[in-house]
Every structure is written in structure tokens, then in C-alpha cells.
């Protein structure tokens, strides 16, 4: 991924794509001191820019570093890395990590680096994903909020989630669907999860994982189209009794799930219904979303 075309902004500079490289004694790669972000353009538009921003400082304040930055500065940086690299649709990925001046658990006296990328991604399932993906079941559980900093979207806790999905890849499933510390559903390893359970959209209650951005966004469509949102604790023995699963999230957006170990689903009306508008919303413009809400 790094031989490539392009431009990089870091620490305020546009770089050429290859040249955006660190030292090799980060304490953000040592030590997991770093957070990111997911987030995706549309129609030459950054949909929830600043909920995404603020969620990237929020995730260092809650590591203990802060971003040397304003979070109108970073807002500003994503849209210049996307007209930079001639992009008006695709993902971009800002990430703020301690540097090399110390390396040791303590990092008190680190600088903090900012990088932002940009590069077109369709979809993290691809093009078939209408059809419903699969779900193998994590061989690794969301830590508790008091073994980890759960609110965060900081790099150490994607570890679980690639170990998780690299298994569930080796059973031939597309995705790992995650427990949380005390066995109940949590999430998958890239997205929110959600569940039809009599009519109604069921999701587990964000604790241990991340609240995310479409999740949210999901959540105010179904209510918009008079379904009931329930948010709720959802056992694991509860799975095979829904009728209907979907994930959502920034670069899995909504994405039907047909299987999930051994209980198979048919996307339905309710996912069908969410698909097509959250596909409709990410492409409105911010005086459109605006116009709607008032
Ligand atoms: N959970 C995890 C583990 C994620 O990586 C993501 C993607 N950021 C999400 C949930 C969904 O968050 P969002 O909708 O804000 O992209």
C-alpha cells in the first residue's frame, strides 16, 4: 500500500506518498500510542467530517495525548488530501500517534504525528455484498471498558479484531462477529451489528466497543421510517431467533449478512429499506441534510 501515486498530508506538509514514512522507534508502534480514523466522501462530500474529527481527538484525550492541532485545522486537511489526490469519492484515513524522542512504557515527553490519507475504496465486502455476508464467530472477545479504553478508536484494539477476522477467514466467512467480555454480542471487527428481532431493529448497547458514526445514523433512519430501534443487551444464544442481520458502518456502510456460523438469514425489507436510505442520505449535500432536519 505504500508504492503508490499520491499525496500524503503529515504533521501539516503534503508528502509524496512514498516518502510518508516514520522512524522505526515510534513509541505509536511499539507501544500502540496512536488513533484513527474511517471516513468516506461522497459526491465530493465528507459525510459527518466533524463528528469523525472530533471522535479523533476525543480517542487521543482518552489515550493522554493530544493532537497539536485544531480540530478545524484536521477538518480542514481532510478535504485539501481528497481535492490533492483528485478524489471526490473514496476513504480517508487520519491517524495521530506518539513519536520516537522516548521509547519506553512512559511517553510523557513525545511529540504527537498527524498523517492523513485518501484513496478510493468502494466497499470493505465488495460488490457482491448485497447478497449478504457470512459471520464466523471470533475466537476473541471486546475487552471490558476498565481493561481497556474502549471508547477509543486507538490502534492496539484493532489487534483482536484482525486476529478475529483473519480466523474467520480461514473458515472461509467474510467477517468475525465479535463477543463482548461477559459472552454477549458486541460488534463485528470493522463494523457496528444489528438484528431483527418480531419486526423491530435490535443492537447491542456500545459498551466495550465502539458507538459508531453509522450506527447512529442508522439508527435515526429506522426511526425515520417508522421502525423500532431497541438498543438493548443481546445474548449470544439469541442469534439464530432474528430474521435479519445487517451491519453498518464507515467503509462497510450497510451491508446485509446472510449466514453467521451455522444460522442463515434473508436480508429482508428492514435491511433493504436501511441500505437504500443511508446510501440516499450519504450523498445528500450539507445544505440538503440541513433543509430536511428544519
Ligand atoms: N466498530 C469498529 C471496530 C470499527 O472499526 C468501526 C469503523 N470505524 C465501527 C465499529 C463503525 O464505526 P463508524 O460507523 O463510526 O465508522
Not at 471498558?145 to 466467512?173: C, N, Q, R, V, W
Amino acid at each position: 500500500f505504500d508504492d503508490r501515486d499520491g499525496w500524503i498530508w503529515f504533521d501539516g506538509q503534503f508528502v509524496p506518498w512514498r516518502d510518508a514514512k516514520l522512524h522505526v522507534l515510534t513509541h505509536g508502534l511499539h507501544y500502540a500510542s496512536g488513533v484513527f480514523e474511517g471516513e468516506r466522501a461522497y459526491a465530493g462530500n465528507i459525510f459527518k467530517l466533524r463528528e469523525h474529527t472530533e471522535r479523533l481527538f476525543e480517542s487521543a484525550r482518552i489515550l493522554g495525548f493530544r493532537i497539536p492541532y485544531t480540530v478545524e485545522e484536521i477538518d480542514a486537511a481532510c478535504i485539501e488530501v481528497m481535492q490533492r489526490n483528485g478524489l471526490t469519492e473514496g476513504y480517508i484515513r487520519p491517524i495521530a500517534y506518539r513519536g520516537s524522542e522516548m521509547l519506553a512504557v512512559a511517553a510523557q515527553n513525545t511529540s504527537t504525528h498527524v498523517a492523513i490519507a485518501a484513496w478510493p475504496w468502494p466497499n470493505l465486502f465488495g460488490e457482491d455484498r448485497m447478497k449478504g455476508i457470512t459471520l464466523g464467530m471470533a475466537p476473541w472477545r471486546r475487552p471490558a471498558p476498565d481493561t481497556a479504553p474502549t471508547a477509543s478508536k486507538a490502534t492496539g484494539l484493532y489487534m483482536i479484531g484482525t486476529m478475529s477476522k483473519h480466523a474467520a477467514e480461514a473458515e472461509g466467512f467474510n467477517d468475525a462477529l465479535m463477543l463482548d467480555w461477559k459472552g454477549d454480542v458486541a460488534e463485528a471487527t470493522g463494523a457496528n451489528a444489528f438484528f431483527v428481532f418480531d419486526g423491530e431493529v435490535h443492537t447491542p448497547t456500545p459498551i466495550g466497543f465502539l458507538d459508531g458514526i453509522t450506527r447512529r445514523t442508522v439508527m435515526n433512519l429506522a426511526r425515520q421510517n417508522q421502525m423500532k430501534v431497541v438498543e438493548r443487551t443481546i445474548a449470544a444464544d439469541e442469534i439464530g431467533r432474528a430474521t435479519e442481520v445487517f451491519l453498518a458502518g464507515t467503509a462497510a456502510e450497510v451491508t446485509p449478512v446472510r449466514r453467521i456460523a451455522g444460522h442463515h438469514y434473508t436480508p429482508g425489507q428492514i435491511t433493504e429499506t436501511l441500505v437504500a436510505e443511508y446510501s440516499r442520505l450519504v450523498r445528500m449535500s450539507p445544505e440538503e441534510v440541513l433543509r430536511r432536519a428544519a
